[in-house]
């Protein structure tokens, strides 16, 4: 049994990676999830995690992080997950409480107090986590891994180099990266292999509670990522969760990555050093390639266990 903490800004894929650990309670225990601004504001996605945990009936900590990156400010836009950071579905009513406001100490406690070593799974920009990692480094030895969405070694999203969660704060994804801890990086490499079709989107209507809410998650998000050019929808965020959960469906390669902080053209980048013979030891294992079939079986079985659970 793998011990996590998520740290996200649900967003339409954080959500469905929230709801894949939710079904697979044999192999993981959530600790807690914590937000932190990024696809919205703070307190937008802290009110889209509320809504999927009440939605979901879960009984897991839920933590406010932080709302602004470590140096510069950020301001969020609705162009990919629209106004409320998760359009698409309706939720009525759902009251879900939230535990703190301080999701570092949140996550230093829980990583303190647990017996063993827990794994960090990071879906959002990377603030709580180095914050969490600069200000205890005591617990680095406690960490097992830190499985994020982040980044790309060939290209990026919102430039041509960075990809989103590290563009937004690329001081503290630095700070990550270069902590010495395993690092599993499900970046766009992966990432926009991780597809699922249309027609897949269609098999999740009406089929049960949850998986009708991830169909209307993916309605909207489908339909979004049409104004990117993506025909399917890249479902980022579970990676990072899926690898925890299946990583023989995985394939990467481990090489030494850092990420470009300088204001310039590269802000945001993370580049792998792929020379024959480098210096530099490598400090990430970089996913490169996902069985998308098995991907989307896994999501697919994850929200009818659901189904079955929630009535
Ligand atoms: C990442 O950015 C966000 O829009 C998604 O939730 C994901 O974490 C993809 O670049
Ligand atoms: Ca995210």
């Known amino acids: 049994m793998r011990k996590i903490l998520i740290d996200c800004d649900p967003g339409h894929d954080d959500a469905l990676a929230i709801l894949c650990a939710l079904a697979n309670k044999e192999k993981l225990e959530i600790l807690g999830i914590t937000t932190v601004g990024g696809n919205q504001t703070l307190e937008k996605v802290t009110i889209n995690a509320q809504h999927i945990l009440a939605f ?48 570092v100490l949140f996550m230093a406690e829980k990583i303190q107090a647990s017996k063993e070593k827990v794994t960090l799974v990071a879906l959002g920009p990377l603030t709580n986590i180095a914050l969490l990692l600069k200000t205890f480094p005591e617990i680095h030895e406690k960490i097992e891994a830190i499985s994020l969405m982040g980044g790309g070694i060939r290209n990026g999203n919102v430039t041509s180099l960075a990809e989103f969660n590290i563009y937004v704060d690329p001081e503290a994804a630095h700070i990550v990266y270069h902590s010495g801890l395993p690092i599993i990086m499900s970046g766009l ?123």
């Open 56 to 103: 979901a009936q879960a009984e897991v900590p839920l933590v406010k992080g932080q709302s602004q990156p470590l140096v510069k400010t950020f301001q969020p836009s609705d162009e990919a997950h629209g106004k409320s950071g998760m359009d698409g579905p309706y939720f009525e009513n759902l009251v879900y409480p939230i535990t703190g406001e301080n999701a």
């Open 189 to 311: 490499d992966v990432t926009e292999q991780a597809e699922i079709k249309v027609d897949e989107i269609g098999l999740l209507r009406n089929k049960g509670k949850i998986s009708h809410l991830a169909y209307e998650l993916l309605s909207f998000y489908n339909k979004s990522g049409q104004q990117f050019g993506f025909v399917n929808s890249p479902i980022h965020d579970l990676c990072a969760l899926a690898y925890l959960i299946k990583p023989e469906i995985f394939a990467g390669n481990y090489y030494f990555v850092d990420v470009n902080t300088s204001d310039g053209i590269g802000r945001g980048q993370t580049f792998a050093d792929k020379r024959l013979v480098s210096s530099h030891k490598a400090n990430v294992l970089v996913l490169e390639n996902v069985e998308r079939k098995h991907f989307v079986d896994l999501l697919m079985t994850a929200l009818e266990r659901l189904d079955r659970e929630v009535i």
